[in-house]
């Protein structure tokens, strides 16, 4: 069973950065494309970011363009999110999520939380 873990988050303050990663359990997994999600606590889960697997073709939220990047590395299974000048209204839990052929499937969430 394949499974999508995340790590990377944590507290920062406002102006800061951080780096999220997510890693399949399984390195012969393979997915159209990754992406990241978020959830505020009382919100509705919503887009954050994706990228395709073989283009490397990315998207973007647009509360979070041009401060977030999103990118891959194809051996170690992984996608990451760097996340730079960090505001409070960034704070929730952070997913990831891979489209794959077979179906649609989450992590179990890292939690990110940015202070004033």
């Known amino acids: 069973q394949v499974r999508l873990v995340e790590s990377g988050g944590g507290l920062v303050q406002a102006g800061g950065s951080l780096r999220l990663s997510c890693a399949a359990s399984?390195?012969?997994?393979?997915?159209?494309?990754m992406g990241w999600f978020r959830q505020a606590p009382g919100k509705e889960r919503e887009f954050v970011s994706t990228?395709?697997?073989?283009?490397?073709?990315?998207s973007y939220a647009d509360s979070v363009k041009g401060r977030f990047t999103i990118s891959r590395d194809n051996a170690k299974k992984t996608v990451y999110l760097q996340m730079n000048s960090l505001k409070p209204e960034d704070t929730a839990i952070y997913y990831c999520?891979?489209?794959?052929?077979?179906?649609?499937?989450w992590g179990q969430g890292t939690q990110v939380t940015v202070s004033s």
């Open positions: 999520t891979a489209y794959s052929p077979t179906g649609r499937l």
């Open positions: 399984d390195r012969t997994f393979s997915a159209d494309a």
């Open positions: 990228v395709n697997w073989s283009g490397g073709l990315t």
